[in-house]
Structure formats: structure tokens, C-alpha cells
T-cell receptor, first 112, second 113 residues
């Protein structure tokens, strides 16, 4: 298995632009998580899906952030409009039920 | 709310020696899981070891072991025979309802040759 796949690995954009981060979870996993990692705030859970349904989005910073999971093999995290303070590494992780979470390699986002 | 605290921002160990990384957590739950993740410079988050709160026996994975003190809400990681490849950020994590993880702030481990 290829593991959790995230794209792009690096994204540089200008303030105000829309950014879309993509994640393909491990086949067979039914839970998907989006995390954000910054120096100031560490690793934070943004949103959690179970069986494609958002269960907890209390970590989503504000309305500029949205996440979707249209099917079991794909999820997106969108930021519109982006701001410099959104610069961070965004991780996607997946798991089967309550088992171990497997993390993707992350997307390093830089908003200028 | 659950919180996880790692009080050591950085630790250093000599190759082949033993080092212990500290972690404390706060929870009102009685059944939960605790984890240690390793994040090398590649940024990949790698699970090192896990501990179920209902188990009294401390988890062990090769050179990695934990000292789980449930009453004290302490969960330290011991790395024996440290290797250069162990150099990384280490994160302690608490798993709460729904399999959501709360992470500590991390400890950067440096291994000196």
C-alpha cells in the first residue's frame, strides 16, 4: 500500500488566493483527519471525518477554511482567501475505526 | 478538555546511551490511549509506541519503552541504546473520543556521536 497520499507537497501562493490541499487515505480506512502544524501552535486537529461524514470540525480556524470528503478515497481542505498566517504544514491522516492513525507526508503551505 | 504537556523542548543523548522523554496529560476519562510519535526531518509522523490506559503493563517496542503512571497522568518514553537515527522531534499524544488525537508540544531529541 502506498500509504496516505497528499498533494501538493509544497505550495506557495499569494495572500488572497484560493488554496486546495488534497488527500487520498489508505484504502479500507474509514476515518480521515486533517491536522495543521505550526511552530507557535504545534499540531492541531482541524477536522475529522468518519465514513465520509464530518464528525468534528471544531478545530477549523474560521470560515475561510472548508473541508470535504466526497467519497472514501478522497478529501480536500480548502482555504479561501488565504492569509500569511495560514502558512503551516498540513497533515492528513487516516485510520480504520479506532486503530492507529497513519499520517501522510504533509503539505508545506507558504502564503506570501 | 484534554491537554498534553511535554516539558522538555530539547533533549540530548550520547549515542548508545539511554534517554527519557517526559509527558504529562490531563483528562477526566478512565479509558483512553496514549501514543508517542516520531517526526524526523522528513516531517513524516511515525508511530513509535502505544499504551492502552486499562493495561497496567508498560508497552515496549524493541529499544523503546514507556513508563505509564496512570494515577500521576504521566507517560514517559525511554529510548535505550540511542542511535543517530533516533534524532527527531518526539510528540506525545492522547487519543480521545472518536479517535481524535491531542498532541503535546514536542521534544527535539539530539543524538551525539
Amino acid at each position: 500500500d502506498a500509504g496516505v497520499i497528499q498533494s501538493p507537497r509544497h505550495e506557495v501562493t499569494e495572500m488572497g488566493q484560493e488554496v486546495t490541499l488534497r488527500c487520498k487515505p489508505i484504502s479500507g480506512h474509514n476515518s480521515l483527519f486533517w491536522y495543521r502544524q505550526t511552530m507557535m501552535r504545534g499540531l492541531e486537529l482541524l477536522i475529522y471525518f468518519n465514513n465520509n461524514v464530518p464528525i468534528d470540525d471544531s478545530g477549523m480556524p474560521e470560515d475561510r477554511f472548508s473541508a470535504k470528503m466526497p467519497n472514501a478515497s478522497f478529501s480536500t481542505l480548502k482555504i479561501q482567501p488565504s492569509e500569511p498566517r495560514d502558512s503551516a504544514v498540513y497533515f492528513c491522516a487516516s485510520s480504520f475505526s479506532l486503530n492507529e492513525q497513519f499520517f501522510g507526508p504533509g503539505t508545506r503551505l507558504t502564503v506570501l | 478538555a484534554q491537554t498534553v504537556t511535554q516539558s522538555q523542548p530539547e533533549m540530548s543523548v550520547q549515542e548508545a546511551e539511554t534517554v527519557t522523554l517526559s509527558c504529562t496529560y490531563d483528562t477526566s476519562e478512565s479509558d483512553y490511549y496514549l501514543f508517542w510519535y516520531k517526526q524526523p526531518p522528513s516531517r513524516q509522523m511515525i508511530l513509535v509506541i502505544r499504551q492502552e490506559a486499562y493495561k497496567q503493563q508498560n508497552a515496549t517496542e524493541n529499544r523503546f519503552s514507556v513508563n505509564f503512571q496512570k494515577a500521576a497522568k504521566s507517560f514517559s518514553l525511554k529510548i535505550s541504546d540511542s542511535q543517530l537515527g533516533d534524532a527527531a522531534m518526539y510528540f506525545c499524544a492522547y487519543r480521545r473520543t472518536g479517535n481524535m488525537l491531542t498532541f503535546g508540544g514536542g521534544t527535539r531529541l539530539m543524538v551525539k556521536p
